[in-house]
């Protein structure tokens, strides 16, 4: 049994789509905020944070309605269809509408429907690609998924590079043509989803051909054996290291995602660039990552996941702190953020499957929900926190905050004591790739 590459790239289109947008999301909107209605960073985080607060509501609720939806064009594309129109309509509303009436609660107001949009469509995308995937491939399809979901990430900063301009006034960006780019490639992407993805027929093909029960009839003793314990408490040592560990997975996510949502604006106001300019510097971080997950994998298999998780740590706290004593962008920037999205990749390769070894003695799914969990609380929790400390004490606090809050990652992670079996090699290269963040 071989994985159809071509349907599931055509699969990722819709993933690739989502990843487009939330790039222009955690980029724009906390610049916007700021700039063209004044808010101070303290309130700019808290409604960064309302897409992760929305998450934990609209994907499982979406994700359940598509479950039980069936139509002639399936059960995840008309609402991949729906959520894409409306995302398409409120983002065109939020930047020529909204954002020029310089009415904060009209702006906040569809920026929660557009959110809301993206809601519809985001569960039903992700979940497409184990419905149409034999299970034994998923783990390939999944890594062909995320790469798809990269390329929508970069589209947007190639993009914020070549059409976003300020013109030394941050409030009067026009952000015309880089939205227009966006929703051209959410319009394209999907189109290109719809007319050759035929959910029902393919669903079809491979249940008649036993695709999607093979892993059933695969099932070795192992998984046999954490199917019967489901539901028994962990050893209380494994319980200890799990909950180490999911501390170490808040810390990490408060560290990067404080960063990531405020390094916008921190170039502007610390190194006082304009405009899109900050983007390559993030395009290096992300192309970095995606190229270090086979190395990093391959490395892990020898030296074992914690170790790994540390170095990665070790890597991003000293890049954190480097980065915080320097007072302009230069080309040593890039640099440090490329070892940061090598540290990041390392973290995220490790981190979920730590937390699998760990309750293969109870319910995974149960710690899988608990992981994410935790993950999402510090991504509501951080923007508020850091845009605290930039408000009120400085922006220079940015980096110094995230290499706090890293270290102690650092500390919590050598606390765990499980989970870190050396990962088997993978059977293909593209499973390097197969990482939940």
């Known amino acids: 049994m071989k994985l159809n590459y071509k349907r599931t790239i055509l699969i990722g289109f819709a ?16 610049k916007i905020l700021k700039y063209s209605f004044g808010l101070g960073e303290t309130v700019t985080g808290a409604i960064m944070a309302l897409d992760n607060v929305l998450a934990l509501f609209l994907l499982p609720l979406f994700g359940a309605l598509s479950d039980k939806t069936d139509t002639k064009i399936g059960k995840r594309t008309p609402f991949i ?14 930047i020529q509408i909204a954002r020029p009436s310089g009415n904060i609660g009209f702006f906040i107001l569809i920026l929660l429907l557009l959110l809301l949009s993206m809601g519809i469509y985001r569960s039903p995308a992700v979940s497409m690609m184990p419905d149409l995937t034999p299970a034994p491939l998923r783990s390939a399809a999944n890594a062909v998924i995320n790469l798809m979901g990269a390329l929508g990430g970069v589209f947007t900063l190639v993009m914020t590079m070549l059409l976003l301009k300020s013109n030394g006034d941050e409030s009067q960006t026009n952000y015309t043509p880089l939205m227009l780019s966006i929703e051209l490639c959410l319009i394209i992407s999907i189109t290109i989803m719809f007319l050759t993805v ?6 079809q093909q491979i249940e008649a051909e036993g ?21 028994k408490k962990l050893p209380k040592d494994v319980y200890k290291s799990l909950a180490f560990l999911l501390m170490s997975v808040a810390f990490w996510f408060m560290a990067y995602n404080a960063v990531t949502t405020a390094f916008t604006r921190y170039v502007t106001e610390v190194w006082h ?30 030296f074992g ?6 170095s990665g740590i070790v890597l991003m706290s000293i890049c954190y ?10 080309g040593i920037i890039n640099i440090f953020f490329a070892l940061i999205g090598i540290g990041w990749a390392a973290i995220n390769v490790n981190s979920y499957p730590m937390v699998v070894e760990m309750s293969k003695s109870g319910d995974i799914g149960k710690y899988t929900g608990t992981y994410y969990t935790f993950s999402m609380a510090a991504q509501v929790f951080t923007p508020i926190l850091s845009g605290f400390l930039l408000e009120h004490v400085s922006y220079r606090t940015l980096f110094p905050y995230a290499f706090v809050f890293s270290t102690l990652a650092f500390f919590t992670m050598l606390m765990v004591k499980h989970g870190d079996s050396r990962p088997a090699a993978k059977k293909s290269v593209l499973e390097h790739f197969d990482v939940d963040d």
Do not use: H
């Open 81 to 94: 269809l729906v959520g894409t129109a409306l995302s398409v309509i409120f983002f065109f509303v939020l």
């Open 211 to 231: 695709g999607l029960q093979s892993l059933g009839e695969e099932m070795d003793q192992e998984v046999k054996d954490v199917l019967s314990n489901v539901g």
């Open 273 to 302: 660039l304009e405009g899109g300019s900050y983007a390559g510097t993030m395009m290096i971080a992300t192309v970095a990552a995606v190229l270090s997950y086979i190395p990093i994998g391959k490395i892990s298999s020898v």
């Open 198 to 203: 035929k959910e029902k027929k393919i669903k």
């Open 305 to 310: 996941r914690k170790k790994v998780i540390l």
């Open 321 to 330: 702190m480097a980065i915080a004593f320097m007072n302009t962008c230069s």
């Open 15 to 30: 993933f690739l789509s989502i990843c487009a947008f939330w790039q222009f999301y955690d980029n724009e909107i906390p």
